[in-house]
């Protein structure tokens, strides 16, 4: 296996040529500059230009009603990096007291994107949506003080401090 990069943040980067999906595709090997994904109609496509900023294990509560999960794994990418193909005009937002964004199909209820204002800019996107292999894998967990406690996570990335 090739040497991964460790970024400032923690977060490890995946040498084109060993590229892991984290998505569909797991376990294939693939070169790509950008990743593909969809809601579970297919109606909401979305396409991930890379380099994508992060991956990160969000384990707030918010993250676990909106989803219904015990965690989510989200990509954070530059907005303008996230091309989104919603021909059917289904793609809706639920707007959080907070004033942060959840973005959801009207037909087949996924839960896809998340925007907020202290990150103006950028589009957090449900990784375990993309069918096609990622360039990176997730470096950490947030919000790990609200962890379900239903679900071991044996792993080793580090838990980031609250903001
Ligand atoms: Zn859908
Ligand atoms: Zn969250």
Redesign the pocket.
Known sequence: MSESTITAKGQTTVPADIRLAIGGAAGTLQQSSQAQG???????AFTLRFPSKWVVHCHCSRCQRAHGSAFVTWVGADTEQVQIDDAEK?LAWYQEPSGSSRG???????P?FFRSPREAGETHIAAALFTQALDRLPGSHVHYDTHVVWVSVAETLPVEPDL
């Open positions: 969809s809601c579970l109609c297919g109606a909401i289904l959801f199909c009207r037909r087949c209820g996924s896809l």
